[in-house]
RNA sequence: GGACGGGUGGGUGAGUGGCUAAAACCAGCAGACUGUAAAUCUGCCGCUCCUUGCGGGCUACGAAGGUUCGAAUCCUUCCCCGUCCA
């Protein structure tokens, strides 16, 4: 269980994933129904859009978005990766070209955590340097260098401002990084350690790189984390993979697969991935999963959905975000309950059976 | 009755002698998506054959003839559609 000041959250939890200060495709209201206890945001999305400074004195992110729960913000470490094009990483930081009017940004590990801490999220996460893989060793050994650089730095200044403020109500989780290394892994874990983080993260992975070795890397870091800390392993992933990662020894996870996936038409069911776009569903009087219990599974047919999709109404991608989000978030309290009766290896291997075959 | 303009693949619509089975877009079909620059992107999209290849055959740009080595593209006639004139 993670206590945060908005609330607890069973471990193992997924978060789904509202960068702009929203799930796509859901209210609130409906995140809450589904049972979601946190949710993840973001750093560089909110620092140019609205801006942190007015996000701060519209009273913090929770009250902005009116999410009472939890929120973990991540620190744009990941914008160095994904917007590769528009920054240029130094050991100050990153500069950033913003990819909504082409004005320049300068992201420390400093500046990343004073953002999110205007944000006023539960956890932050340090700036770190996520690369690509395959990546050679040097660049990777770079990486990791300059994360714990920049991990040390948003260390301190989070601690400063612990000390000036009487204490802050915010964790700050540090990441590792190392490509594909394990020995670079577990350099990069155990140089984070020395940091003491309330929690820990495992990025840079599940960015291409096969199944079997984002887990060999995940267990690399795990084996070294404290017990007593949250891990979490960011950005990931498919609903045949999460058991694996929670088996593990991971806590956390996040991932846009569910939101994107929905809007792309893509359902996550029990008997596997539905393309409901697909003209076999054209006159499917089921329910997009019948064995799901979710208002939308409940309410409305697969012919609905397709056409929905095929008329591009906005609906389709609610009511497909909506399952979807039902769908791992259930697939959470499946695992937790797998956990508690012992049962975590065989529901695993259930899940890759049913996601290799594809629906029935 | 006359004068112009026009008829192209499921749709809109480029293309005025060979590089055109015919741009582009839409529709259709299939796929991808992992700390969200994603309601995005990719592939296929006349029929057919196989040794599945920048492969062969057939059919196709209103209809029928013709010119040409070669025609969606040029000529003739006809049929439709639009605008205007009487």
């Known amino acids: 269980m993670l206590n945060t000041p908005h609330g607890a959250v069973q471990t193992p939890f997924f978060m789904p994933v509202g960068t702009r200060a929203t799930?796509?495709?859901?209210?609130?209201?409906?995140l809450e129904e589904l049972g979601a206890e946190i949710i993840l945001s973001n750093t560089y999305h909110l620092y140019l859009r609205p801006g942190h400074e007015a996000v701060r004195?519209?009273?913090?992110?929770?009250?902005?978005?009116?999410?009472p729960r939890a929120i973990l913000t991540d620190s744009g470490g990941f914008q160095v990766f994904s917007l590769s094009e528009l920054r240029k990483v130094s050991d100050e930081g990153v500069r950033?070209?913003?990819?909504?009017?082409?004005?320049?940004h300068m992201l420390t590990p400093e500046k990343a955590a004073e953002i999110q801490l205007a944000l006023g999220s539960d956890i932050a996460m340090v700036l770190d340097e996520c690369i690509e893989t395959?990546?050679?060793?040097?660049?990777?050994?770079?990486?990791?260098?300059?994360?714990?650089?920049?991990?040390?730095?948003?260390?301190?200044?989070?601690?400063?401002?612990?000390s000036r403020n009487g204490g802050l109500s915010q964790w700050q989780f540090g990441i590792v990084q190392g490509a594909t290394f394990a020995d670079l892994r577990r350099a990069?874990?155990?140089?984070?350690?020395?940091?003491?983080?309330?929690?820990?993260?495992?990025?840079?992975?599940?960015?291409?790189?096969?199944?079997?070795?984002?887990?060999?890397?995940?267990?690399?870091?795990?084996?070294?984390?404290?017990?007593?800390?949250?891990?979490?392993?960011?950005g990931v992933g498919k609903p045949e993979q999460i058991a694996d990662y929670v088996a593990l020894g991971i806590d956390m996870m996040d991932c846009v697969l569910p939101t994107r996936a929905a809007r792309h038409a893509c359902l996550y069911t029990s008997e596997g991935r539905v393309l409901i776009k697909?003209?076999?569903?054209?006159?499917?009087?089921?329910?997009?999963?019948?064995?799901?219990?979710?208002s939308v599974c409940r309410r409305y047919t697969r012919a609905y959905l397709r056409h929905l999709f095929a008329a591009g109404e906005l609906t389709a991608a609610i009511l497909a975000t909506h399952h979807n989000v039902h769908f791992y978030l259930d697939l959470m309290r499946q695992i937790r309950e797998a956990i508690e009766f012992g049962n975590l290896a065989n529901f695993s291997s259930e899940m890759h059976a049913r996601y290799a075959v594809g629906p029935a």
């Open 134 to 162: 395959p990546a050679p060793r040097d660049k990777a050994e770079a990486a990791v260098a300059r994360t714990t650089k920049w991990a040390g730095r948003a260390r301190t200044y989070s601690l400063e401002q612990a």
């Open 188 to 234: 990069s874990a155990q140089q984070l350690l020395e940091l003491d983080f309330p929690g820990y993260a495992v990025g840079g992975l599940a960015v291409g790189e096969p199944h079997s070795l984002t887990c060999e890397m995940t267990g690399e870091v795990t084996a070294l984390l404290p017990r007593d800390r949250p891990r979490y392993l960011m």
């Open 23 to 30: 799930v796509k495709g859901l209210r609130n209201e409906a």
């Open 278 to 294: 697909n003209a076999r569903y054209a006159m499917d009087q089921l329910p997009p999963d019948p064995s799901c219990s979710c």
């Open 96 to 104: 950033f070209r913003s990819h909504l009017d082409g004005s320049e």
């Open 57 to 67: 004195k519209l009273g913090g992110l929770h009250k902005f978005m009116s999410w």
